[in-house]
């Protein structure tokens, strides 16, 4: 079945960077568009960015300029790559396959000093 595993978050301060990874399995990853979605403390989850399977991307505004979301399709790995982090970026991270709608289980960030 699909399995989604976030890694890669924790605590940074204001103008920092991380790199999540999602590891996929249980399906073919190189054809599938992935996302990557987030949940602040007491708000609904909302969309931070696409991939496609021919790489392309898309963003939302708040983050655009500021992240990017790869995908190492030899690996099975989703990745998004965040710099210049800003306190309102604190969030569970969640990447999906968006075919199936299968979410991973998150991976907590904190931006703050």
């Known amino acids: 079945q699909v399995q989604l595993v976030e890694s890669g978050g924790g605590l940074v301060q204001p103008g920092g960077s991380l790199r999540l990874s999602c590891a996929a399995s249980?399906?073919?990853?190189?054809?599938?568009?992935m996302g990557w979605y987030r949940q602040a403390p007491g708000k609904q989850r909302e969309w931070v960015a696409t991939?496609?399977?021919?790489?392309?991307?898309d963003y939302a505004d708040s983050v655009k300029g500021r992240f990017t979301i790869s995908r190492d399709n030899a690996k099975n790995t989703l990745y998004l790559q965040m710099n210049n982090l800003k306190p309102e970026d604190t969030a569970v991270y969640y990447c999906?396959?968006?075919?199936?709608?299968?979410w991973g289980q998150g991976t907590q960030v904190n931006v703050s000093s």
């Open positions: 991939i496609t399977m021919g790489s392309s991307t």
């Open positions: 999906r396959m968006l075919r199936s709608g299968s």
């Open positions: 249980g399906f073919i990853f190189s054809i599938n568009a």
